[in-house]
């Protein structure tokens, strides 16, 4: 698995631009889809003190880029990438019509990246994972 996206790193840039697009549109993208009014955003699971949206997305997207560069000397590089994404598009928000910034929405961004990364390093530090 980890060589499939490694081989086929258009998955993760795919991913990501999707991210991007996804936050970056005034209103809820997926809430036009799903429910037919772009002022609703579809909830997995509720919140609690931060968006679990926001921890779901970024989670999944440190994983791909993770997996996608998991034996190359970019991986560094992508792991800031995303932190800084992470940031980024949240304060973007505050430029974007129908959007607003909110802490919750960003401490989901960052922990959902920080936690995928703890986890790396937790399991490279006992061995598990071997370049």
């Known amino acids: 698995m980890i060589n ?4 086929y790193k258009i998955i993760f840039y795919l991913i990501n ?3 991007i697009v996804l936050c970056s549109f005034p209103g809820s993208l997926l809430g036009c889809f799903i429910y037919d009014d772009c002022r609703i955003q579809p909830q997995i699971t509720s919140n609690f003190l931060i968006s679990s949206n926001h921890l779901y997305a970024f989670g999944f997207v440190t994983i791909i880029g993770l997996l996608t560069y998991l034996n190359s000397s970019k991986l560094n590089l992508t792991l800031i990438y995303l932190v800084f994404l992470s940031i980024f598009l949240e304060m973007i928000h505050l430029l974007i019509p ?6 919750s929405d960003l401490f989901g961004n960052l922990i959902g ?3 995928v990364i703890l986890i790396y390093v937790i399991i490279k530090n006992y061995g598990i994972i071997k370049k």
Not at 4 to 7: A, D, H, I, L, V
């Open 4 to 7: 499939f996206f490694s081989k």
């Open 17 to 19: 631009l999707s991210l």
């Open 98 to 103: 129908n959007r607003s910034f909110q802490w």
């Open 113 to 115: 990246v920080i936690i």
